[in-house]
């Protein structure tokens, strides 16, 4: 019977787990502290890890300086990993910010900017359909 998750899979889990746990209690440069983990992808043979993060300071400049000293920490966290997840090859790590939490928040704004003038103008959708006398086609 074939495993349900592949090792690749398990190990991503694991490190996404360590790595922000790392981060939050280990990583002593301020710049470091407000990154979240938020996925990992490793390749099939464990050898790399892509480290996906995320923070709530999204300037474009805030954004690189904390990615530049994450990736000048991936020795260490690296060295820190093997330490505590007992692995004879940590994977390299690079670390790469995730947008789809800042576009997230944007669309959200979007949506909800969009129905506040929808409300203002009388043009809400209530969910009634209008144009059908409610009987099915």
């Known amino acids: 019977m074939p495993r349900e998750f592949t ?3 398990r190990v991503a889990e694991q ?3 360590e ?5 939050r209690r280990t990583v002593k440069d301020p710049r ?3 990154a979240n983990v938020t996925d990992v992808e490793v390749s099939k043979d464990v050898s790399y890890a892509r480290v996906y993060f995320s923070q709530l300071e999204d300037s474009p400049e805030q954004v690189k300086e904390t990615e530049q000293v994450l990736n000048r920490a991936a020795g260490f966290l690296r ?3 093997g330490q505590i997840m007992r692995m004879r090859h940590v994977p390299e790590l690079k670390f790469i910010y995730d947008h789809s ?6 669309m959200d704004a979007l949506i909800s900017a969009a129905r506040e003038r929808d409300r203002e103008s009388g043009e809400a959708d209530d ?9 099915p086609e």
Request: glycine fraction near 16%; hydrophobic fraction near 30%; aromatic fraction near 0%.
């Open 19 to 23: 790595i922000g746990l790392l981060l």
């Open 127 to 135: 969910g009634s359909d209008n144009d059908r006398d409610g009987e």
């Open 15 to 17: 490190l996404r787990r």
């Open 7 to 9: 090792r690749s899979t």
């Open 79 to 81: 060295r820190e990993l």
């Open 101 to 106: 939490i800042a576009e997230g928040a944007r």
């Open 32 to 34: 470091a502290q407000g």
